[in-house]
C-alpha cells in the first residue's frame, strides 16, 4: 500500500513535482473518489481520495511519477431522473490527463455502458456493475518539462496569414519521402519532406484537424470504420496518442511539442480544430468514460424538465455546460494549456455558437467570451470560430465579437453559386471586398472573414467540379449520411475521367475556385489537398475513413503537379501585393482628393456598374485594385508602393469581350495570371487603354499595371 498524503486541490489533474504526484479531480455531487493505480501487468491499486476542498478531492502520492497509469472510479447515486450517473464499475479518464494511453475496446464481453444494456430506451434506468478497466484506456502522469530551444512563435498577422486546413495522419500516411515509421504522426508532420512542401507552397500556417484525444464511437467498431476526423473528445488535454510514432506513456506530448517547435522554426504556425461543445459520451444511452461518470448534472446540459436527457446543440447527444464555472475552467486550462505548454498559436472552435449560449438562446456577451477576452494569453491567440450549431437560431456568421474571426459559410456558399450562375454580381463583389456587411459594423477589419470555397466537411475541390451527388456508401449509412450539397457543379458527365475535354474543363473551374479564393479580401483557407487535385471518389462526409480514401495520394500526377504549381503562384502572388490583403475594407472611394478609388467594378463596355448591372446582369465582373497607396517593401528592402491590378470574371460558358478602363486607370496592362492558360507567363502578353480582351467562358484573366517592369520580374520568381 503507497503512502498517502493530503495534498492540494489545485492544480487540478495530476502535477508531478520531482519526487511525487499530486492527484485533484472535481465532482461536485460526489460522494466519494477512488484513485486506480495501474503496473505494466494491469494490476490495479486502490487509493482512497479523502480529502477535498472546492468540490475538488486530491491527495498526493509520494514515489509516483512521469509513466503512471492511473483512472478514477467515482462514486454517488446513481439516479437519470435527477441527473446523476455514479457508477464505480466504470472506470474513468482524468479531464486533466495530459496523456491518455491509447482507445477504447469495443468487445462483447466487457460494457462500458453505465446501464444494463438491454436495448430498450429505457435501459439506463437499471446500473451495471460489471468492471470495465480491461477495456478502457489510462490516463498517464507526464514529465512536463520540454527544450523548446528558444522557440519564438510566428506571430503573424492575419493580414499575411495563408491557412491550410489538413489532417495528422492523413497528410503524411503515403508520402514516399517520408520513413514508414513516421508516416501518419507528429513526426511524420514535422519531418523535413513534409515541412519543406509547406514552405514551397507558401502557406503559413496549418489548422489541424483535432487532435484532443478521441474515442471512437462503438457503432463503427461494428462496422470496421474508425472516427478519422476525431471531432469525439474525451481528453481536452492530451494530444490523441495513435498519432504518435513515440509511444503512448507520456512520449506523445514530447513528440507533439517536437512537431510545434519544428514548424516555428520553419515559420509556420499551429492551429488546433477543437470541439469544447460536446464529447464522446454521447446521449443518455452512450458510454461513460470520464465526465458523465465524474459529474455528469455538472459538466453536461441537462433538459431544465427531464435531466435523464441532454440538450443537443450538436447533434451528437450532448452538450458541454459552459455556464457552470468549474466546467469553463476546464475549457480554460486546456486553451491555456495548449497556448503556454504546447506553444500552439490559435484555435478553431467547432460548432461555437454552442459555446455562446448562456441557455438556449446564443449570447455574444456570454462568459465564454467575457473570460477568454479577458485573458491575458488567449486574447492574443488566433480565434477563429465555426459561428454555427443545429440548435435553434445557430447560423451567426457576422456575429462573433472582436478578437474573433470566423469560418464565412456565406462567402463559400456565394463564391460557388457564382461559378455556377446561381449567384449576382453584388454578392459575388460583396465576398470578394472582405463581406464588409458582416464584419465591418462593430469594428473588424477583413480578416475577421475566413474565405474557403471547401473544408474537410463535404466535397474535396476535385469532387465538388466533379459530382453532383454525393457517393458515401463506404460509409455504410445506405449514403443517407453528409449532406446533400446542392453547390456542386459537375462539369461534364459525373466522375467520367477519360474524357479530355471534360477534364479539362474540371481543372479550369478549380484554377477559378482557387484564384477566387486567393484574390479576396480576408484570410484564405485552403483545404489540404485541393492544390494537388485529391479526390474522395465524391464522399462528401468522409469522417470514418481512415483510408485512401481520405489520405492524400503522393503518387505522379502531371495533372496535379500543374496545379500545384498553380497554387503556388497565387500564393506568391497574394503574399507579395499587400493590394490582395488590405487591413481595411474595400469600399469604392477615393483613397485622397482627385485620386482614383480603392476599387473600381467595370461591366464588359469597361464602364462602370449600374444598380440594375448589380442585381440583374451577366455572370461576368471586371474589378480595378489600386495598389497605389498601399505600402510594400521592394526586393531591396526599400519602402514602395504597390501595383495595381485589373482582374476580370467571366463565369458564362461562352468567351466574353472586356473593354480595359481608360487611361486615368493605368495606360499599360500586362497579363499576370489566366485560368484558362495556367502555362502563360506573367508579362507574356500587353494590352493598353481601352482596348478589348477576351476573357474565355468560365476563366479569370488578372493584369497588372506595367508600369513597374521590376516588379513583374519578381512576381515570376
Given at each position: 500500500m503507497k503512502e498517502v498524503w493530503p495534498g492540494r486541490p489545485f492544480p487540478l489533474g495530476p502535477t508531478w513535482n520531482g519526487e511525487g504526484t499530486n492527484f485533484s479531480l472535481f465532482s461536485e455531487n460526489a460522494e466519494r473518489v477512488v484513485l486506480c493505480l495501474y503496473d505494466d501487468t494491469g494490476e490495479e491499486m486502490c487509493v482512497e481520495m479523502g480529502e477535498r476542498a472546492a468540490h475538488n478531492f486530491h491527495c498526493y502520492l509520494p514515489g509516483v511519477g512521469p509513466g503512471q497509469r492511473y483512472g478514477y472510479r467515482v462514486l454517488g447515486p446513481y439516479a437519470p431522473d435527477e441527473g446523476h450517473r455514479f457508477n464505480p464499475a466504470k472506470l474513468l479518464i482524468d479531464p486533466y490527463a495530459k496523456a491518455i494511453e491509447g482507445m477504447v475496446t469495443w468487445t462483447e464481453d466487457v460494457n462500458v455502458l453505465p446501464y444494463v444494456p438491454t436495448g430498450e430506451e429505457d435501459a439506463d434506468f437499471e446500473a451495471d456493475d460489471e468492471d470495465d478497466a480491461s477495456v478502457v484506456p489510462k490516463s498517464v502522469v507526464v514529465d512536463p518539462h520540454f527544450d523548446w530551444e528558444g522557440d519564438v512563435p510566428p506571430r503573424l498577422p492575419f493580414s499575411d496569414m495563408v491557412i491550410y486546413e489538413t489532417h495528422v495522419k492523413g497528410f503524411t500516411m503515403r508520402h514516399p519521402e517520408i520513413r514508414d515509421e513516421l508516416r501518419g504522426t507528429y513526426a511524420g508532420l514535422a519531418s523535413d519532406p513534409a515541412i519543406e512542401y509547406l514552405t514551397s507552397l507558401g502557406v503559413t500556417a496549418v489548422e489541424l484537424l483535432p487532435v484532443h484525444h478521441i474515442c471512437d464511437e462503438s457503432f463503427l467498431a461494428d462496422r470496421g470504420l474508425t472516427n478519422y476526423w476525431g471531432y469525439s473528445t474525451i481528453g481536452f488535454m492530451a494530444p490523441h496518442s495513435e498519432y504518435a510514432a513515440t509511444g503512448s506513456d507520456g512520449q506523445q506530448v514530447r513528440e507533439f511539442k517536437g512537431m510545434v517547435k519544428a514548424l516555428h522554426q520553419a515559420g509556420i504556425e499551429v492551429i488546433l480544430d477543437v470541439v469544447y461543445n460536446h464529447t464522446a459520451e454521447g446521449n443518455h444511452l452512450g458510454p461513460t468514460l470520464s465526465f458523465k461518470g465524474i459529474d455528469n448534472r455538472s459538466y453536461y446540459r441537462l433538459m431544465p424538465d427531464d435531466l435523464r436527457h441532454y440538450m443537443d446543440f450538436t447533434g451528437t447527444g450532448n452538450s458541454l455546460n459552459p455556464v457552470h464555472p468549474s466546467v469553463l475552467r476546464v475549457i480554460m486550462d486546456s486553451l491555456r494549456y495548449w497556448a503556454t505548454e504546447c506553444h500552439v498559436d490559435g484555435f478553431r472552435f467547432d460548432l461555437a455558437s454552442a459555446l455562446a449560449r448562456e441557455f438556449y438562446d446564443v449570447d455574444r456577451l456570454s462568459a465564454f467570451f467575457d473570460v477568454i477576452h479577458q485573458d491575458p494569453v488567449l486574447s492574443q491567440a488566433k480565434l477563429i470560430a465555426e459561428p454555427w450549431d443545429v440548435g435553434p437560431g445557430g447560423y451567426q456568421v457576422g456575429n462573433f465579437p472582436v478578437l474573433w474571426s470566423e469560418w464565412n459559410g456565406i462567402y463559400r456558399d456565394t463564391m460557388r453559386d457564382f461559378w455556377r450562375q446561381h449567384a449576382s454580381v453584388g454578392d459575388f463583389a460583396s465576398r470578394l471586398a472582405g463581406s464588409s456587411d458582416l464584419y465591418a459594423r462593430d469594428g473588424r477589419d477583413p480578416f475577421a472573414s475566413i474565405n474557403f470555397i471547401t473544408a474537410h466537411d463535404g466535397f474535396t475541390l476535385a469532387d465538388l467540379v466533379s459530382y453532383n451527388n454525393k457517393h458515401n456508401e463506404a460509409n455504410l449509412e445506405d449514403n443517407q449520411d453528409g449532406t446533400d450539397d446542392n453547390r456542386s457543379w459537375n462539369c461534364g458527365a459525373e466522375g467520367k475521367t477519360d474524357d479530355g475535354e471534360i477534364l479539362t474543363l474540371r481543372a479550369r473551374q478549380q484554377r477559378n475556385f482557387l484564384t477566387t479564393l486567393f484574390v479576396s479580401q480576408g484570410t484564405p483557407m485552403l483545404l489540404g489537398g485541393d492544390?494537388?487535385?485529391?479526390?474522395?471518389?465524391?464522399?462528401?462526409?468522409?469522417?470514418?475513413?481512415?483510408?485512401?480514401?481520405?489520405?492524400?495520394?503522393?503518387?505522379?500526377?502531371?495533372?496535379?503537379?500543374?496545379?500545384?504549381?498553380?497554387?503556388?503562384?497565387?500564393?506568391?502572388?497574394?503574399?507579395?501585393?499587400?493590394?490582395?490583403?488590405?487591413?481595411?475594407?474595400?469600399?469604392?472611394?477615393?483613397?485622397?482628393?482627385?485620386?482614383?478609388?480603392?476599387?473600381?467594378?467595370?461591366?464588359?463596355?469597361?464602364?462602370?456598374?449600374?444598380?440594375?448591372?448589380?442585381?440583374?446582369?451577366?455572370?461576368?465582373?471586371?474589378?480595378?485594385?489600386?495598389?497605389?497607396?498601399?505600402?510594400?517593401?521592394?526586393?531591396?528592402?526599400?519602402?514602395?508602393?504597390?501595383?495595381?491590378?485589373?482582374?476580370?470574371?467571366n463565369a458564362h460558358e461562352d468567351d466574353r469581350g472586356f473593354m480595359l478602363p481608360r487611361r486615368r486607370f493605368g495606360a499599360q496592362w500586362q497579363l499576370e495570371l489566366s485560368t484558362a492558360d495556367p502555362s502563360a507567363e506573367a508579362g507574356s502578353a500587353r494590352y493598353g487603354a481601352r482596348t478589348e480582351v477576351t476573357v474565355t467562358g468560365r476563366s479569370i484573366l488578372v493584369l497588372r499595371h506595367a508600369s513597374n517592369g521590376r516588379r513583374a520580374h519578381r512576381a515570376r520568381g
Open positions: 492544390e494537388m487535385m485529391r479526390t474522395q471518389g465524391g464522399n462528401n462526409n468522409g469522417w470514418c475513413q481512415d483510408n485512401e480514401v481520405s489520405w492524400y495520394d503522393w503518387g505522379e500526377n502531371p495533372q496535379a503537379e500543374e496545379m500545384r504549381e498553380f497554387t503556388r503562384r497565387l500564393i506568391r502572388l497574394r503574399r507579395e501585393h499587400p493590394v490582395f490583403h488590405r487591413n481595411s475594407f474595400l469600399l469604392g472611394r477615393e483613397l485622397r482628393d482627385g485620386g482614383l478609388p480603392d476599387v473600381w467594378w467595370f461591366r464588359t463596355d469597361g464602364r462602370k456598374m449600374t444598380r440594375r448591372d448589380w442585381q440583374h446582369g451577366e455572370p461576368v465582373l471586371g474589378m480595378f485594385l489600386n495598389g497605389a497607396e498601399i505600402p510594400n517593401v521592394g526586393p531591396h528592402g526599400e519602402e514602395t508602393h504597390d501595383d495595381s491590378f485589373i482582374l476580370m470574371f
